[in-house]
Structure formats: C-alpha cells, structure tokens
C-alpha cells in the first residue's frame, strides 16, 4: 500500500470509519457546498475514543450539519446513552435522517432542528460531553449556555478554535465575526478559572475544556 502524507499514515493506522460513513462524506463531497465542514475520518474516531473513554451518558453536539460526528459520537457511546443532536439548518434535514435511519444507532440520537440557543434550555438535560460546533460568531454565547448544564468534571469539545490560522492574523477586519468570534471564544477560555483547557492542533483546531469539580 502506497501511502501519499503523514496524514494517510495516520489514518491507516487507526480504525476505519466504516461502510456508512464513507458513502456519507462521499455523498458531502459531491451534493454539498461546504463539504469541508464535516468532521471526517480522523476526528471522527477522536470523539469515539472520547465518548469510549469518558462513557457519558448524556451528549449534546451544537451543529449537527451532515450528521457525520453525530454518528461517530453515537457510535462511542453505552445503549442506555443519548447524543442530542441541533441543527439550525433546515435544508439539512433529508440528508441528515438519510444517513441516520440507514444506521444501526439510530435509536441513541435525539435530532433537534433549531435555533440552539434556544432549545438547550428546553432539553432540561445535564451532559458529561459537550461538542460545539456552529456558528463561531457565538461560540461565547453557546459556552456560556451550556456551562451551568455540563456536570463537574464534564468536558467540552469545541471546534475549529484555529480557523485556518487566522487566530493569530494582526489586522482581522471588523467585519469579519467569525474570525472575531473565535478569537474572543480562545480569550474567554483562556481566561476562565473554572476549567482545564488545551488547544489540540488537529485540523482546525479542537480545544478541550474540562469543569473542574469545585
């Protein structure tokens, strides 16, 4: 086997993503605009490991998009366990129920469509996992949702803290909120007493934040 990058290496050394994502991210790559955005082989099995090793109980995923971390958390998780899943977009809906009714875990997910903001509060929910990844011009504002319903030694996932580098750019635009979002997301985090925090440089950024238990 011929193996082109360190990345390539990387990933045929670590477990296959499976039949029925394969087709999925297939399917992204040729019916989607932003295809990019889905989390693909490699940190797919990152959040498996995670949910493998924490086994929560409860999982809750902002930005549910192709449904292709959705699966690969639902996959790390115990029967008894949920991953709560909210997708603002609408469009979304045909594609994301295509792959989940075609999987064996179908049963573990709960699919919101949604203003996030919004129906957090209503799921009335403590979760052991949270994985953030929506709209970055309000990552603070989902943290700050979220923190008071994530147990004590719970961790948050949040995704694409690196934004293709533009983290560290000296002259951002004003305009340009996503940037903005994400950079003052990192300070916030970097800032806040009541968690552990590092920066993993996988993709785009993948930031761990641990509550600590006092």
Known sequence: MEIANLTDYILSHSDDEGELLTALNRDANVNLLHPRMLSGHLQGRILKMFCRMMRPKRVLEIGTYTAYATLCLAEGIEEDALVHTIEINDEMEDFIRKYLDKSPLKSKIRLHFGDAMEIIPRLDETFD???????????????????????????????????DGKVIEKNVPAADKQTWGIRNFNEKIKADDRIEK?????????????????
């Open 129 to 163: 996992l949270v994985f953030i990844d929506a709209n970055k011009r309000i990552y603070s504002e989902y943290y700050d949702l979220v923190f008071p319903a994530v147990r004590p030694g719970g961790l948050i996932l949040a995704d694409n803290t690196l934004w």
């Open 198 to 214: 590092v920066i993993l440089p996988l993709r785009d950024g993948l930031t761990m934040i641990w509550k600590k238990d006092n």
